[in-house]
Protein backbone atom coordinates (compact mmCIF):
# COMPACT_ATOMS: atom_id res chain seq x y z
CA UNK A 1 0.00 0.00 0.00
CA UNK A 2 1.71 2.62 -1.03
CA UNK A 3 2.18 5.97 1.58
CA UNK A 4 3.43 9.39 1.30
CA UNK A 5 4.06 12.13 3.78
CA UNK A 6 4.65 15.47 3.08
CA UNK A 7 6.49 17.92 4.79
CA UNK A 8 8.31 21.48 4.76
CA UNK A 9 5.40 24.08 3.94
CA UNK A 10 5.01 27.08 5.83
CA UNK A 11 4.45 30.40 5.21
CA UNK A 12 6.72 32.99 3.50
CA UNK A 13 7.21 36.32 2.04
CA UNK A 14 6.63 36.90 -2.29
CA UNK A 15 10.26 36.51 -3.49
CA UNK A 16 11.10 33.88 -0.79
CA UNK A 17 11.95 29.72 -0.50
CA UNK A 18 10.66 26.75 0.44
CA UNK A 19 11.89 22.96 0.18
CA UNK A 20 9.29 20.58 0.22
CA UNK A 21 10.15 16.78 0.94
CA UNK A 22 8.06 13.81 0.30
CA UNK A 23 8.59 9.90 1.93
CA UNK A 24 7.03 7.08 0.64
CA UNK A 25 7.08 3.31 2.27
CA UNK A 26 4.92 0.17 1.16
CA UNK A 27 5.44 0.38 -2.57
CA UNK A 28 9.28 -0.04 -4.12
CA UNK A 29 9.80 3.58 -4.21
CA UNK A 30 12.49 4.02 -7.11
CA UNK A 31 10.14 1.77 -9.43
CA UNK A 32 7.70 4.63 -9.68
CA UNK A 33 7.76 7.98 -11.47
CA UNK A 34 6.80 10.86 -8.87
CA UNK A 35 4.58 14.15 -8.88
CA UNK A 36 3.67 16.96 -7.53
CA UNK A 37 0.19 18.73 -7.56
CA UNK A 38 -1.26 21.30 -5.82
CA UNK A 39 -4.87 22.96 -4.78
CA UNK A 40 -5.40 26.47 -4.52
CA UNK A 41 -7.98 27.36 -2.12
CA UNK A 42 -11.69 26.89 -3.91
CA UNK A 43 -9.89 25.66 -6.90
CA UNK A 44 -8.95 22.42 -8.90
CA UNK A 45 -6.01 20.13 -8.16
CA UNK A 46 -3.27 21.54 -10.85
CA UNK A 47 -0.19 18.93 -11.37
CA UNK A 48 3.47 21.47 -10.98
CA UNK A 49 6.01 18.91 -11.77
CA UNK A 50 6.91 15.11 -12.53
CA UNK A 51 10.55 13.31 -12.26
CA UNK A 52 10.63 9.95 -13.60
CA UNK A 53 12.27 6.81 -11.84
CA UNK A 54 15.92 7.60 -11.96
CA UNK A 55 15.46 10.92 -11.43
CA UNK A 56 17.31 12.13 -14.44
CA UNK A 57 14.05 13.33 -16.57
CA UNK A 58 11.71 16.04 -14.98
CA UNK A 59 8.83 18.26 -15.89
CA UNK A 60 7.57 20.94 -14.96
CA UNK A 61 3.62 22.96 -15.31
CA UNK A 62 4.30 26.82 -17.56
CA UNK A 63 3.22 28.13 -14.01
CA UNK A 64 6.64 27.39 -12.20
CA UNK A 65 9.14 26.41 -14.56
CA UNK A 66 12.27 28.45 -13.93
CA UNK A 67 11.57 28.57 -10.58
CA UNK A 68 10.91 24.71 -8.62
CA UNK A 69 13.32 22.16 -9.11
CA UNK A 70 11.90 18.26 -7.98
CA UNK A 71 14.75 15.77 -6.93
CA UNK A 72 14.42 12.77 -5.67
CA UNK A 73 16.76 10.34 -3.91
CA UNK A 74 15.44 6.63 -3.70
CA UNK A 75 18.22 5.62 -1.18
CA UNK A 76 16.32 7.88 1.19
CA UNK A 77 12.51 6.62 -0.59
CA UNK A 78 12.54 10.68 -0.66
CA UNK A 79 10.89 12.96 -3.72
CA UNK A 80 11.83 17.10 -3.00
CA UNK A 81 10.64 20.13 -4.22
CA UNK A 82 12.44 23.23 -4.05
CA UNK A 83 10.62 26.35 -4.26
CA UNK A 84 12.38 29.70 -5.36
CA UNK A 85 11.20 32.95 -6.22
CA UNK A 86 7.53 32.39 -4.57
CA UNK A 87 4.78 33.97 -6.14
CA UNK A 88 1.37 34.60 -4.08
CA UNK A 89 -0.53 33.01 -6.66
CA UNK A 90 1.46 29.55 -5.34
CA UNK A 91 -0.24 29.47 -2.26
CA UNK A 92 -2.01 26.15 -2.05
CA UNK A 93 -1.96 22.85 -0.35
CA UNK A 94 1.16 20.79 -2.08
CA UNK A 95 0.55 17.33 -2.44
CA UNK A 96 3.14 14.03 -3.86
CA UNK A 97 1.68 11.49 -5.42
CA UNK A 98 3.03 8.45 -7.41
CA UNK A 99 2.16 7.12 -11.26
CA UNK A 100 -0.78 4.57 -10.98
CA UNK A 101 1.08 2.19 -12.50
CA UNK A 102 5.09 1.41 -12.78
CA UNK A 103 4.50 2.01 -16.63
CA UNK A 104 3.30 5.18 -16.28
CA UNK A 105 5.13 8.50 -16.33
CA UNK A 106 2.89 11.38 -18.15
CA UNK A 107 1.97 14.80 -16.64
CA UNK A 108 -1.83 12.94 -16.05
CA UNK A 109 -0.77 9.61 -14.88
CA UNK A 110 -1.01 10.28 -11.27
CA UNK A 111 -2.82 8.45 -8.45
CA UNK A 112 -4.67 10.47 -6.58
CA UNK A 113 -5.59 7.68 -4.02
CA UNK A 114 -1.44 7.89 -3.40
CA UNK A 115 -0.97 11.50 -2.68
CA UNK A 116 -1.17 12.45 1.72
CA UNK A 117 -1.86 14.73 3.63
CA UNK A 118 -0.36 17.63 1.92
CA UNK A 119 1.79 20.46 3.11
CA UNK A 120 0.63 23.99 3.45
CA UNK A 121 2.19 26.68 1.84
CA UNK A 122 1.30 30.37 2.30
CA UNK A 123 3.01 33.17 0.08
CA UNK A 124 2.19 36.61 0.97
CA UNK A 125 2.50 40.07 -0.78
Known amino acids: QVQLVESGGGSVQAGGSLRLSCTGS????????LYWVRQAPGKGLEWVSL????????YYSDSVKGRFTIARDNAKNTLYLQMNSLKPEDTARYYC??????????????????RGQGTQVTVSS
Open 97 to 114: AAARDPLYCLTSQYDLNS
Open 26 to 33: GFTFSSYC
Open 51 to 58: INRGGGTT
